[in-house]
C-alpha cells in the first residue's frame, strides 16, 4: 500500500541551526502538506503546497520556514534558524486532491525535531 | 483559539460496548469534518468524514453523526474493540481551504 515516508524519524540539534525536514508523498499525489503537533498539544497546520507553490500557509508559518520539491518525489520543511519552540513532532501529508475539499490526507509517521 | 474541541482527553470503554467521542466546533464556514485516529509513534490515519449536507455517515463499525445547529458531531464505535485504543483526532476544514483544523484528541481504552 503506499504510504508517506519521512525524514528523519528523529533529529536533535541547537537552538539557532537549520534543520531541513523530508517527505516522500505518494507518488500520484498532487498536494503536500505539513503539519505538526507540540507534545500534549493539538496537531497544527504549517503549510500546504501545490503546482509547485505555497496554496495556504498558517500564522505559525512564518519566514523561519520555508518549503520545497527539489525533484520529482521529495518535499521538503526547512527551518532556518531552530528555536526552543520548535521542538514538535513534524507531519508531512499528501493528498490526491485539494484536502480542504474532501479532507482525506496521508499522513506519514513523523519528524521528531528536539531543539536543544 | 480552539475551532474544533474536543472536550474529553480520555475515555475506557469495555469490548464490545459502544464507544462514543464527541467534538464541538465554533466556526461556521466549517463544511467538512473528519475522524482521524492515531496510534503512539504513527502519523493520524484517516477513519471516517462527513460532509455539512449530511447528518450521518456509516462505515462498517463506524458511524460519524453531525447536528449543524448545535455545530457538534460524534464518533460512534460498535461493537469497541481492543484495536481501537487510540488517540481520536476531531477535524474540520472550510471550504476552499487547504487546511485542516484539529482537536486535542480523545485518548479511547477498549477494555477487554
Known amino acids: 500500500e503506499p504510504e508517506v515516508t519521512q525524514t528523519p524519524s528523529h533529529q536533535v540539534t541547537q537552538m539557532g541551526q537549520e534543520v531541513i525536514l523530508r517527505c516522500v508523498p505518494i507518488?500520484?499525489?498532487?498536494?503536500f502538506y505539513w503539519y505538526r503537533q507540540i507534545l500534549g498539544q493539538k496537531v497544527e497546520f504549517l503549510v500546504s503546497?501545490?503546482?509547485?507553490?505555497?496554496?495556504?500557509k498558517s500564522e505559525i508559518f512564518d519566514d523561519q520556514f520555508s518549503v520545497e520539491r527539489p525533484d520529482g518525489s521529495n518535499f521538503t520543511l526547512k527551518i532556518r534558524s531552530t528555536k526552543l519552540e520548535d521542538s514538535a513532532m513534524y507531519f508531512c501529508?499528501?493528498?490526491?486532491?485539494?484536502?480542504?475539499?474532501?479532507?482525506?490526507?496521508?499522513f506519514g509517521e513523523g519528524s521528531r525535531l528536539t531543539v536543544l | 483559539d480552539q475551532q474544533v474541541k474536543q472536550n474529553s482527553p480520555s475515555l475506557s470503554v469495555q469490548e464490545g460496548r459502544i464507544s462514543i467521542l464527541n467534538c464541538d466546533y465554533t466556526?461556521?464556514?466549517?463544511?467538512?469534518f473528519l475522524w482521524y485516529k492515531k496510534y503512539p509513534a504513527e502519523g493520524p490515519t484517516f477513519l471516517i468524514s462527513?460532509?455539512?449536507?449530511?447528518d450521518k455517515n456509516e462505515d462498517g463499525r463506524f458511524t460519524v453523526f453531525l447536528n449543524k445547529s448545535a455545530k457538534h458531531l460524534s464518533l460512534h464505535i460498535v461493537p469497541s474493540q481492543p484495536g481501537d485504543s487510540a488517540v481520536y483526532f476531531c477535524?474540520?476544514?472550510?471550504?476552499?481551504?487547504?487546511?485542516?483544523?484539529f482537536g486535542k484528541g480523545t485518548k479511547l481504552s477498549v477494555i477487554p
Open positions: 501529508a499528501s493528498s490526491n486532491i485539494a484536502g480542504g475539499d474532501t479532507g482525506e490526507l496521508f
Open positions: 507518488s500520484n499525489h498532487l498536494y
Open positions: 503546497f501545490y503546482n509547485n507553490e505555497i496554496s495556504e
Open positions: 466556526n461556521s464556514m466549517f463544511d467538512y
Open positions: 462527513i460532509s455539512s449536507i449530511k
Open positions: 477535524a474540520a476544514s472550510a471550504a476552499g481551504s487547504y487546511q485542516l483544523t
